[in-house]
Nanobody
């Protein structure tokens, strides 16, 4: 098990950018970013399998980039061309056992951060 703490959320205007960070207490096989807006289900937006292979949901593909700084045990999510529909609480998640095809499924993740709020205004 690892501890996760997100940071970098905030308020931005549509078309703007934000970088989210997730500090971990150790290395894991799979890590991902999820988001949840009020009255909506949690959605996997970007995942990293084995530290190198990235997966994205269709809603963020070509706008968001997931990456990892291994020496610093930090996961990033670079978000560009933000729209109001991207407003949500963003969560970092990690697991030590995963398959590539499951990277964006919340059920496989054991450890979660408390979340960071992203608000995009039009």
């Amino acid at each position: 098990r690892v501890d996760l703490v997100e940071s970098g959320g905030g308020s931005v205007q549509a078309g703007g950018s934000l970088r989210l960070s997730c500090r971990t207490s150790g290395a894991t096989a799979c890590m991902a970013w999820f988001r949840q807006a009020p009255a909506k289900e949690r959605e996997g937006v970007a995942g990293l399998f084995g530290g190198r292979t990235a997966y994205y949901s269709d809603s963020v593909k070509d706008r968001f980039t997931i990456s990892r700084d291994n020496p610093k045990n930090t996961l990033f999510l670079d978000m560009n061309s933000l729209t109001p529909e991207d407003s949500a609480t963003y969560y970092c998640a990690a697991t030590s056992s995963c398959r590539a095809s499951d990277t964006l499924r919340s059920q496989i993740y054991d450890d979660w951060g408390p979340g960071t709020q992203v608000t995009v205004s039009s």
